[in-house]
């Protein structure tokens, strides 16, 4: 239902000093310590390393000509191809009508929080833009603490605790996995429980699940199957289909929550109109799935699972604490352990920690702190995306079945990455 005697939205205006998002600020320091002719391990942004498939590809070179501005919520085709989509990998329904289509889930996410009156409630660590949108909108923002020992996941009995204090309030829970930025996911079970006090307290849950194709045994279950009513399903061709330059993300909506997709859609009329058209012809081809595609995922998965286990394994034999990912490509390291030698040399933080990092050693990482942790802990955010992603799928073709990436073929096709973390030990071995 749609809130009730809510009060008029007050928008935050004054976003004078709100910095430029870190993934995007890492990236642009990066290319320019490389245009200075230093090497840089890049390791900041989130981007991923695959090529767009063929077939995605060619689409869109088949359709470079259409020119003519698109629906607000998106091509009528493209919302049956993601309806179809969800229905066929997660078994939930979604009418073509409820799904809106937008440049980019980033930009869907802000508008989401400008038209819902309600607290913005995120775990810490979380991705970089979640918590600055709500700032810029002038929106409350609840953090839920997380802690390594689980994964950095979500506990639903923490959920709960904040939510019973006050049960009529209306909040927007964000939940986000396979996660950025440390790549955890959740069990059946555990999704099963938050869906349950998620709709006990009637909050919106907003399931941000860009990453879910990339979790690494391919099994990856969407919260819409327990809380269908409530959940609002995100997700884009970014991370999945290596596209995150064309900008393109989705909203699928529950019939319950049609009064908000109205809401968004005539924002998103006064805003950016539409999406690219030609992208949006190509997207079909992306949504329709088929076996090249998933042929692709497959690969992109093994590759990320092999590549992630190892940098665990020698990160892990360094006394750098990390968890095991269970999807997406990002690692969140905690150098508690060397906290008195950092200490020694200056280093108080996570950000100092980035800092120094970058600066001695050419690898760029974000410090936890850009991810809502507190400032003096010394986590930081590691993306394993720097190799030559063509190269590397197409060299696993030569692997018989069952074949998996070993450490030497990880050296040959993502040296950057293991160089990057043995660089790293060694760096922290000579403080």
Request: hydrophobic share 40%; with cysteine; charged share 20%.
């Amino acid at each position: 239902m749609p809130q009730k005697n809510s009060p008029a939205v007050n928008l935050n205006l004054n976003v004078r000093g709100l910095p430029l998002s870190a993934t995007l600020r890492i990236n642009e320091i990066s290319n320019q310590m490389i245009r200075e002719g230093k090497h840089v391990f890049k390791l900041g942004l989130g981007q991923s390393p695959f090529p767009v498939p063929a077939p995605v590809e060619e689409e869109l070179k088949a359709n470079a000509f259409q020119k003519d501005y698109l629906p607000v919520l998106g091509l009528s085709e493209l919302r049956k191809a993601i309806s179809a989509y969800f229905a066929r990998t997660q078994a939930v329904t979604y009418g073509f009508d409820n799904i809106m289509v937008g440049p980019g889930s980033k930009e869907l996410m802000f508008i989401l929080q400008l038209v819902y009156y309600g607290d913005l409630v995120i775990p810490t660590p979380s991705w970089v833009s979640y918590a600055p949108q709500a700032h810029i909108i002038g929106r409350p923002i609840r953090w839920l603490p997380t802690k390594a020992s689980h994964g950095w996941r979500l506990s639903p009995q923490e959920i709960e605790n904040v939510f019973k204090m006050d049960p009529e309030r209306p909040r927007l829970l964000i939940l986000n996995y396979p996660n950025n930025p440390h790549g955890s996911s959740y069990s059946t079970n555990e999704l099963r429980e938050i869906a349950r006090i998620a709709k006990k307290y009637r909050v919106v849950l907003l399931s941000d699940e860009i990453y879910g194709e990339l979790k690494h045994n391919g099994e990856h279950i969407s919260i819409a199957r327990f809380y269908p009513e409530g959940t609002i399903i995100s997700s884009g061709l970014s991370k999945w289909c290596g596209a995150g330059g064309w900008r393109l993300g989705v909203f699928a909506f529950p019939e319950s929550l049609t009064w908000l997709k109205n809401a968004m859609a005539a924002v998103a009329s006064e805003t950016f109109t539409s999406t690219s058209a030609p992208i949006q012809y190509a997207a079909v081809r992306a949504f329709e799935g088929g076996r090249e595609i998933e042929d692709y995922l497959f690969r992109s998965r093994m590759i990320l699972k092999a590549l992630g286990k190892q940098m665990v394994k020698e990160m892990t034999e360094a006394n750098i604490a990390v968890n095991m990912p269970d999807g997406a490509f990002y690692l969140f390291p905690d150098f508690s352990h060397f906290r008195d030698k950092l200490l020694q040399n200056d280093i108080e933080n996570s950000e100092q920690l980035c800092e120094r990092l970058l600066s001695e050693t050419g690898i760029a990482i974000l410090p936890g702190s850009a991810f809502g942790r507190p400032p003096n802990e010394l986590t930081a955010r590691l993306s394993y995306v720097d190799f030559d992603g063509a190269k590397i799928l197409t060299a696993t073709h030569r692997f018989s079945d069952g074949q998996e990436p070993d450490v030497h073929f990880l050296e040959v096709y993502a040296p950057n990455c293991i160089r990057a973390i043995r660089i790293m030990v060694e760096w922290l071995k000579k403080l």
